[in-house]
């Protein structure tokens, strides 16, 4: 059966610290890794990921796939009150159409 | 730039009833799908559509309807509710399965 977990489920940490948030997947004729960021409403595309160890970055943001560890981490630098929100993460399968998404990782970020 | 538009946003229902639920994107999208979120669950997949015409199932599609006739809307519809579907429902969409989705807002449907 295919799945994503993801870790930590929850996380609270202070302004300017940084974090790192894991995803590891077990999914059939893996395509794709793909990171989303949920606050109030509606979840919002960050990365997508297809190659082993090749970082995509944007601004303090950062990811990277590790095909041989089937697994993924979203790293925020100096995180602000504003990355408060859950860190959704999703497996692509070739073939199927389907996305398999993780539980998500509450991070709330104090002032 | 609408994007993904769900309607309603928030909907009580009774058990035993039916009701649809509306999602529409203007960016011509090939794929769309629906999810249900539920705490601690995460996303999960109910149906899912390719193009106009061609529709899927997807991990939970018991108690739901699909239709795709245009390639602008993608119903979803509820049968008979019942409770275990008090849920938050979102639509995507994107131009082709392989490319990361957009999202609606959501619905928040609650069945009593």
């Known amino acids: 059966e295919d799945k994503v977990v993801q870790s930590p489920l929850s996380l609270v940490v202070h302004e300017g610290d940084t974090v790192t948030l894991n995803c590891s997947y077990e999914?059939?004729?893996?395509?794709?890794l793909l990171w989303y960021k949920q606050e109030k409403k509606a979840p919002t595309f960050l990365f997508m990921l297809t190659s082993s160890g090749i970082e995509k970055k944007s601004g303090r943001l950062s990811s990277i796939l590790d095909k041989k560890e089937l697994s993924s981490i979203l790293n925020i630098t100096a995180t602000q009150t504003g990355d408060s929100a859950i860190y959704l993460c999703a497996g692509d399968t070739s073939g199927t159409y389907k996305y398999i998404f993780g539980t998500g990782t509450r991070l709330k970020v104090l002032a | 730039n609408a994007g993904v538009t769900q309607t309603p946003k928030f909907q009580v229902l009774k058990t035993g009833q039916s009701m649809t639920l509306q999602c529409a994107q203007d960016?011509?999208?090939?794929?769309m799908s629906w999810y249900r979120q539920d705490p601690g669950m995460g996303l999960r997949l109910i149906h899912y559509s390719v193009g106009a015409g061609i529709t899927d199932q997807g991990e939970v599609p018991n108690g739901y309807n699909v239709s795709r006739s245009t390639t602008e809307d993608f119903p979803l519809r509820l049968l008979s509710a019942a409770p275990s579907q008090t849920s938050v429902y979102f639509c995507a969409s994107s131009r082709r399965s392989s490319q990361p989705q957009h999202f609606g807002d959501g619905t928040r449907l609650s069945i009593l």
């Open positions: 999914v059939t004729n893996f395509r794709s």
């Open positions: 960016m011509n999208h090939e794929y």
